[in-house]
């Protein structure tokens, strides 16, 4: 007995889910997995994924990875709303619904732990690494074997809290296991640590990431792009790493000492011993207000190219724009406390961050003007990405008001942890963040993949997710009101609520349709890809140089590096006639090699944070070496760049514009 | 050698001419961003002595700061550091002077006089563990040793990327990409100090005046 618990820690056969709802869940999965297999095996295109992809330190094939990934797991979390959903459709009265209690808590924790983390963090990663090397002219990011080591602890983290489903069971503590209920005494089983673990990858995967991309934009511009020459999605992505470099480290902190209470039975967040709880709340807000902010800077900045792109016209007011990042910046490290109020921190302490957070509305809403400025007298060309910013600009505004309402912490007192919060902050993130990066992916998908995508279905994309977003979330704005408290899941019939949560429900079911179409929209798209090809590498009539180049973009990006003497640099040299850069500035170039290790790092991670999760010691120190090993072995080859001559680039370039490489 | 092999070795030398000719921007590129890997690290610094401040009063019947510190041994650990930082200091002179062996002995100094802070800090967990003030006995006490603890872990790091440095100096040479290594881990353990010094002033000397 010992020594099976030395070998294999607090794994049994007991940790196999019992219910066929968790049990499904992870056999689907796996079989999904098996059946990916399968296909590459017959396929033959193992060897094609590991070079061209996996190891690949590309920045555009890093980001659609992530993208990938993110889709994944945003069904995956789309799969636990429609569960929840259904849940409070049905448990009412004498019904107590579809899921047992203990599997509900943990649905909702999952829900919003992958939709945040993965779902929505991975689309923003991904977004970026697409675009801004090639918005700055900056041939790759500034580290990008560090880039790839984050595509893969951030992939580490995804497949873990999947693992959840399949050994164990997840955190039923909520999306962030607020002590003294996640601490070892109410909760004892893995679901906290797997929580932990699962973040505290990814977290880090995210915190490199910001380091990197920060370091890009800094120092890696092209020449005579000065700061206030780039592109507002530039100076979002810098405004929202600058916030991952700020906030990432308190994240780490605050669940590493979670991590302790747990273990190692240390008194942090612990009711006795001298611990304090509600430290737990500041910290983890300290990071998470800055987070939601990490996550809307750069839709706001899609948006603000889309605007700009589509109605024709010159960005309206880009230094308020500017300025507007920087306050939101700034402000949202001071705004943490309207999450809590309830706490009881007293008036003072209150009214302050009250105020705060009223006043971060208002450089939102310097942008929400600047954008419909922008537009005004504009020739406005009606495209998919576009209508996505016509249903963010009203929801968006919609649920910044009920936010703005929420700032009075009188107002806060009633409607703290009610439905009103869950609308209000879905409005924001989905509405927000994800139709910000749908309209994203949307305006800058022929950039990476040489065609476009389907308008027709991209609209009908929009509407079945603006129209089920609207069915889903505003009766939770009247349940809110009504009393209905947040994570609920049973209520009494003469309460008269069951209506709303059906209606709620079916909008759920038609966001779900809208996830479908737009699955579709990808494979019609790909089917009429050669119809739909983008021949000029410049299919929106571009302002910014990221359209000067072919499309899909070469994998070193520029066959040379622009000089920048304008905000629109692009759209300027075509009014001029001009070519930014010609065939006669074509040099020879180094550009990363391929990056295996990076993938081992992962596996490590993954190996380490299973491990750590299951007490199984001797294998957290084998992972911990083998990780530092790899490391070392990577960082032994000193110069890990190839060499692209000028030759191979014309030629590259000559193939592009004949329709190659789609 | 046939026409591959040329190829390849032609390859090589233009990978070595245009890597020397970027070389300088990925010195500045890896310096700004390992500066910035550090102030990530100092915001996490600084979350651990928040966390350390608001615990600090709540011992629960356990001892209190002035009770278990030391500071003559502090003031040990503190003169060691200090002086391994500078030594790292003239190590960075001797490296940019081309000095290969006074570098190295350098090296060698500030790793035992880090050596000497580590063990020093080893005693005195070690003691506290003994006699059942371990970071399981109050809130006060977690927040100490996490906090500590960190900066030891941290040390621990430096002290292992030293002994690679050395390795690597006395095999190699000063090539570039070992004075670019040398010259982060200078950045790091100067970090390490100033952090030091924070934990010196508010934990030790802030603790032992008592309430």
């Known amino acids: ?662 | 050698m046939n026409e591959v092999d040329i190829k390849t070795i032609s390859h090589k030398k233009l990978l070595n001419r245009i890597y020397k000719a970027e070389e300088s921007k990925f010195f500045e590129t890896a310096s700004f961003g390992f500066f910035v890997y550090l102030m990530t690290d100092l915001v996490l610094f600084a979350s651990l002595f928040a966390v350390y401040a608001v615990l600090e009063a709540n011992t629960v019947g356990g001892p209190s700061g002035q009770q278990i510190f030391n500071l003559n041994n502090v003031l040990l650990e503190t003169l060691a550091l200090l002086i391994s930082s500078f030594t790292m200091g003239l190590a960075i002179l001797s490296m940019k002077k081309n000095h290969r062996n006074k570098v190295l002995g350098y090296l060698v100094i500030s790793f035992l006089l880090g050596l000497v802070f580590l063990l020093i800090e080893m005693t005195e967990f070690n003691h506290l563990i003994a006699i059942g003030d371990s970071w399981r006995r109050s809130g006060f006490l977690s927040g100490f040793f996490v906090l500590v603890g960190t900066h030891g872990l941290h040390i621990m790091v430096g002290l292992i990327w030293m002994a690679i440095m050395f390795y690597k100096i006395l095999k190699f040479g000063l090539s570039r990409v070992n004075i670019r290594r040398l010259t982060l881990l200078s950045m790091f353990w100067h970090f390490l100090d100033i952090v030091w010094i924070f934990i010196f002033t508010i934990v030790y000397l802030y603790g032992a005046l008592g309430r």
């Not at chain 1, 996550?295 to 016209?313: D, M």
């Not at chain 1, 920087?326 to 961050?353: K, P, Q, R, Y």
């Not at chain 1, 400025?373 to 919609?398: C, D, E, P, Q, R």
């Not at chain 1, 579709?520 to 119809?531: A, D, F, K, M």
Request: one cysteine or more; glycine letters at 10%.
């Open chain 1, 1 to 662: 007995m010992v020594f099976a618990s030395v070998l294999l820690g607090k794994l049994s056969w007991q940790v196999f889910p019992k219910d066929i709802v968790t049990l499904g869940a992870f056999v689907s999965i796996v079989g999904g997995g098996i059946l990916v297999a399968a296909m590459l095996t017959y396929f033959k295109k193992w060897g094609y994924l590991w070079r061209q992809w996996l190891t690949n330190t590309d920045h555009k094939k890093i980001g659609v990875m992530y993208i990938i990934l993110a889709v994944l797991m945003l069904i995956r979390g789309g799969v636990d709303a429609l569960m929840m959903r259904a849940q409070q459709a049905s448990a009412v009265g004498a019904s107590h619904g579809v899921l047992s209690a203990s599997t509900f808590q943990q649905v909702f924790s999952a829900h919003g732990t992958i939709m945040i983390f993965f779902a929505a963090m991975g689309l923003m990663f991904g977004l970026i690494n697409l675009v801004v090397p090639l918005q700055i002219g900056s041939r790759d990011v500034a580290f990008p074997f560090l880039n790839l080591t984050s595509f893969w602890l951030f992939a580490a983290g995804a497949i873990l809290i999947n693992l959840s489903l399949g050994i164990g069971s997840f955190s039923a503590a909520g999306w962030l296991a607020y002590p003294p209920l996640s601490e070892l005494k109410y909760s004892p089983s893995v679901g906290v640590d797997y929580w932990i673990w699962t973040l505290e990858i990814a977290g880090i995967g995210s915190l490199m990431s910001g380091i990197n991309f920060l370091t890009t934009i800094i120092k890696n511009r092209a020449p005579g792009m000065t700061l206030m020459k780039m592109p507002l999605f530039s100076w979002s992505v810098l405004c929202a790493m600058f916030l991952v470099i700020f906030a990432f480290p308190i994240l780490t902190v605050t669940i590493s000492l979670l991590f302790l209470d747990r273990t190692l039975g240390s008194h942090f967040f612990t009711a006795s011993g001298g611990g304090n709880m509600m430290m737990y709340v500041n910290l983890i807000w300290a990071w998470g207000h800055p987070e939601v902010y990490i996550l809307i800077l750069p839709a706001f900045g899609v948006f603000s190219e889309i605007v700009a792109t589509f109605s024709r016209k010159k960005l309206f007011g880009y230094r308020t724009m500017v300025w507007a990042l920087a306050a939101i910046t700034v402000l949202s490290f001071s705004v943490w406390v309207h999450h809590f109020f309830t706490m009881g921190a007293g008036a003072d302490v209150n009214g302050f961050f009250g105020i705060m957070t009223m006043i971060i509305a208002i450089p939102t809403g310097v942008k929400i003007f600047n954008w419909l400025f922008t537009m005004y007298k504009g020739k406005i060309h009606f495209n998919a990405a576009l209508y996505w910013f016509f249903g963010f600009v009203i929801l968006f505004t919609i649920g910044g008001v009920a936010g703005v309402i929420m700032a009075i912490p009188a107002a806060d007192f009633q409607l703290h942890n009610s439905l009103f919060l869950v609308a209000h902050f879905h409005t924001m993130i989905v509405s927000g963040v994800l139709f910000g990066y749908f309209a994203g992916f949307t305006y800058w998908f022929p950039k990476i993949f040489g065609y476009r995508l389907d308008e027709k279905l991209g609209i009908k994309t929009f509407y079945l997710w603006v129209i089920g977003f609207i069915l889903a979330f505003f009766p939770l704005y009247i349940l809110g009101f009504l009393g209905a408290t947040r994570r609920i899941n049973h209520y009494a019939a003469n309460l008269g609520w069951q209506p709303l949560f059906v209606v709620a429900g079916i909008g759920a079911v038609i966001i779900a349709a809208g996830v479908a179409m737009g699955v579709w929209q990808q494979i019609v798209s790909y089917r009429l890809r050669h119809q739909y090809r983008d021949k000029t590498g410049d299919p929106w009539n571009g302002r910014t140089i990221e359209w000067s180049i072919p499309s899909p973009a070469p994998f070193y990006d520029f066959k040379a590096v622009p000089v920048i003497n304008d905000r629109d640099a692009f759209w300027v040299a075509k009014k001029n006639h001009q070519e930014l850069v010609s065939d006669d500035d074509v040099v020879d170039i180094i550009l990363p090699k391929r990056a295996p290790i990076s993938f081992v790092l992962g596996i490590c991670a993954l190996i380490f944070g299973f491990a750590m999760i299951w007490h199984i010691w001797w294998l957290v120190i084998v992972s911990l070496i083998a990780f530092v090993v790899s490391l070392m072995i990577r960082l032994n080859d000193e110069k890990p760049y190839e060499v692209v001559t000028a030759e191979t680039i014309l030629k590259q370039e000559k193939l592009l514009k004949s329709g190659h490489g789609i």
